[in-house]
């Protein structure tokens, strides 16, 4: 499975756009990108999934450019419980299927 | 709530003894994974069954470490005669297809 890389830590103020980058340089055709997220103390939680289209749901929103190397989440009002770490993972749908967590981005919704 | 239950949530143990933790998956979900995390990392896979067969266990981390699905059902994780640096949280997920749903995990602390 492709290495992510991802910032360590970002903030947010409650109410706006938390938009976070993941790059995957070395995705495959056929490996898809993945966001989790991880709120203190609990298991990680699907957030959404993609391809090489754009998707959206009641979550969130994903971004992959068109050379598929990076992508971005968007939560577009972020609220204080979505203070987590967001894990970007991308990986092939055949095989294991194990999920390859990186250290992720610890996101701080900010009052 | 018909998610992933862990068992016990929280298990403070001595040195040397030996520790079951269980996980129950969602009943339709075939695929069961055992994860691991330690303060600050990612989680980090172990192992996986399909159905009752264990496909993959090469990541477990030393022979301590054993895990069972019997029935393809619940699942349990040994570790025997643990020690310090076996603290972490256990995370247990399953899935059906692509969607992956894990527990709130068993945090262990060897003392």
């Known amino acids: 499975d492709a290495k992510t890389t991802q910032p360590p830590s970002m903030d947010c103020a409650e109410g706006r756009a938390a938009n976070l980058p993941c790059n995957h340089s070395?995705?495959?055709?056929?490996?898809?990108v993945y966001w989790y997220r991880q709120i203190h103390s609990q298991g990680p939680q699907y957030i959404i999934h993609?391809?090489?289209n754009n998707e959206t749901n009641e979550m969130a929103s994903l971004i992959i450019t068109e050379d598929r190397k990076s992508s971005t989440l968007i939560l577009p009002h972020a609220t204080l419980r979505d203070t987590a770490v967001y894990y970007c993972?991308?990986?092939?749908?055949?095989?294991?299927?194990?999920?390859?967590f990186g250290t992720g981005t610890r996101l701080t919704v900010i009052p | 709530d018909t998610g992933v239950s862990q068992d016990p949530r929280h298990k403070i143990t001595k040195r040397g003894q030996n520790v079951t933790f269980r996980c129950d998956p969602i009943?339709?979900?075939?695929?069961l994974y055992w994860y691991r995390q330690t303060l600050g990392q990612g989680p980090e896979f172990l192992t996986y069954?399909?159905?009752?067969?264990?496909?993959?266990k090469s990541r477990l981390l030393s022979d301590r470490f054993s895990a069972e699905r019997p029935k393809g059902s619940f699942s349990t994780l040994e570790i025997q005669r643990t020690e310090q640096g076996d603290s972490a949280m256990y995370l247990c997920?399953?899935?059906?297809?692509?969607?992956?749903?894990f527990g709130s995990g068993t945090r262990l602390t060897v003392v």
């Open positions: 009943s339709e979900h075939n695929r």
């Open positions: 070395t995705i495959s055709g056929n490996e898809y």
């Open positions: 997920a399953s899935s059906f297809l692509r969607g992956y749903t």
């Open positions: 069954f399909q159905n009752e067969a264990q496909l993959e």
């Open positions: 993609g391809l090489k």
């Open positions: 993972i991308v990986r092939a749908q055949t095989g294991a299927n194990n999920l390859f």
